[in-house]
């Protein structure tokens, strides 16, 4: 059986973060995907080799920063 973890945004560790860690405990082999992710806040806790990125990654860094705004949120 084929397992994939998603979660919305990699940009902070926070409550939602830890409990990605945890299901990634029990499927070490799962790929995490994921719309924008920040390698220098959560590089050391999710390895860039297991995130699968949308195409929001590719947008310029001052964009990813203010993530919220591109889906028309505060």
Known sequence: ??????HDFLVKL???ERVL???MEMY???DIF?????????GDVFPKEKVKCS???????FLRKRYQY???GE
């Open 34 to 42: 994921t719309l924008i992710y920040d390698e220098e806040k959560v």
């Open 55 to 61: 195409f929001l990654q590719k947008y310029p860094k």
């Open 28 to 30: 070490p082999k799962a």
């Open 1 to 6: 059986m084929k397992v994939a973890l998603v």
């Open 70 to 72: 591109l889906f028309g």
């Open 14 to 16: 926070g409550g939602a």
């Open 21 to 23: 860690m945890a299901l």
